[in-house]
């Protein structure tokens, strides 16, 4: 069965550096998605991309944070200068328009030190 | 504003053990309702889902839920737990149109003491 992956499982970076976590979504899926979950936390939505572009994006989603599919199958999440508030389980999801239902990568766990 | 609520955020019960869940949600207008479960280490796996018709859902492992729109609330059941069933399980809401973003529950972590 096809699946969501991200990489790396775990990302240690110092603060005000730069990351970029990495997804492959579900190659025949059109909707792709970034959540976060700071521990003990709920999930929260980040931002959605369809068509090569942003569709919608939270609060949380400020100018620090960028999105991109740079080729057919990687969609990327970049962090221009991580804080310490940054450290949370980051977490890619796909779907197919009108299925509603998102398939969920295993999660990149950032810690910010 | 959207918004989910799951009431249990951590729950014990013994194997055998009839277990329910609760959600409620204010979202306006038709929803999609979902739970998953994420077991430990592992990602989020859906359970079950309802879009329309019969409220009554069943999904894997044994579990069902079920839609009740006067009360805004999708309560997930089980009827006997089992120690596998240890686990977060998350209840979520989706609108029917526009981006489908999942506003998230809180979570509710089950322990199933064997």
């Known amino acids: 069965e096809p699946e969501v992956t991200q990489t790396p499982s775990h990302q240690v970076t110092q603060m005000g550096q730069e990351v970029i976590l990495r997804c492959v979504p579900i190659s025949n899926h059109l909707y792709f998605y970034w959540y976060r979950q700071i521990l003990g936390q709920k999930v929260e939505f980040l931002v959605s991309?369809?068509?090569?572009?942003?569709?919608?994006k939270s609060e949380i989603f400020d100018d620090q944070f960028s999105v991109e599919r740079p080729d057919g199958s990687n969609f990327t999440l970049k962090i221009r200068s991580t804080k310490l508030e940054d450290s949370a389980m980051y977490f890619c999801?796909?779907?197919?328009?009108?299925?509603?239902?998102?398939?969920f990568g295993p999660g990149t766990r950032l810690t910010v030190t | 504003a959207q918004s989910v609520s799951q009431h249990n955020h951590h729950v014990i019960l013994s194997e055998a053990a009839s277990l329910e869940l609760g959600c409620n949600y204010s979202?306006?207008?038709?929803?999609?309702l979902f739970w998953y479960v994420q077991y430990p280490g592992q990602h989020l796996q859906l359970l079950l889902k309802?879009?329309?018709?019969?409220?009554l859902v069943k999904g894997i492992k044994g579990f069902e839920a079920e839609f009740i729109k006067s009360k805004f609330s999708f309560n997930l059941r089980k009827p006997s737990v089992q120690w596998s069933d240890t686990a977060e399980y998350f209840c979520a809401v989706s609108s029917t149109s526009g981006t489908y973003k999942y506003i998230f529950g809180t979570g509710t972590r089950l322990k199933v003491l064997a």
């Open positions: 979202y306006g207008g038709t929803v999609n």
């Open positions: 991309f369809y068509n090569n572009e942003i569709s919608e």
């Open positions: 999801a796909s779907t197919l328009p009108g299925t509603y239902e998102q398939y």
């Open positions: 309802y879009f329309s018709g019969d409220p």
